[in-house]
């Protein structure tokens, strides 16, 4: 197995049980994007396990070619800079991300939608090819 294939076998079912959770428990999902901008605490550690991924995953799989692979090299980068900015600009980021989905609701839908075609989309290729 290469390492494109394990992430994508680690990745899938973590995007579709966000997903799916989302769109099932919408409440509590509203309850902790909301509880997110209130603790610069939860922004600092995501900040740190969002760096610390995407680090090991832009080590790892830098990977620029025409197929599925170049996605996860895609989301490595943006785990990478989401870390960075947490990191940098905790309160601006964190809480800028939160108020967006709170003042929008209809971008949880879409968000929650993208992630699960995207997991479905790993763990096709993670299981399946």
């Not at 900015?85 to 609701?105: D, H, M, Q």
Request: with cysteine; aromatic share 14%; proline share 2%.
């Amino acid at each position: 197995m290469d390492v494109s294939q394990f992430i994508a076998q680690l990745l899938g079912p973590i995007y579709l049980a966000l997903g799916v959770g989302g769109f099932v428990n919408r409440k509590h999902f509203m309850t902790l994007i909301e509880g997110f901008k209130a603790s610069y605490a939860v922004i600092l550690i995501s900040g740190v396990v969002a760096l610390f991924i995407g680090v090991l995953m832009v080590r790892f799989h830098n990977v620029w070619v025409v197929d599925w692979r170049v996605i996860i090299t895609i989301f490595s980068w943006i785990a990478l800079l989401k870390g960075l900015t947490l990191l940098v600009l905790p309160v601006r980021v964190g809480e800028g991300i939160a108020n967006s989905f709170v003042k929008r609701p209809q971008l949880i839908n879409l968000m929650l939608g993208f992630c699960i075609l995207i997991g479905a989309v790993f763990s096709y290729f993670g299981y399946l090819v």
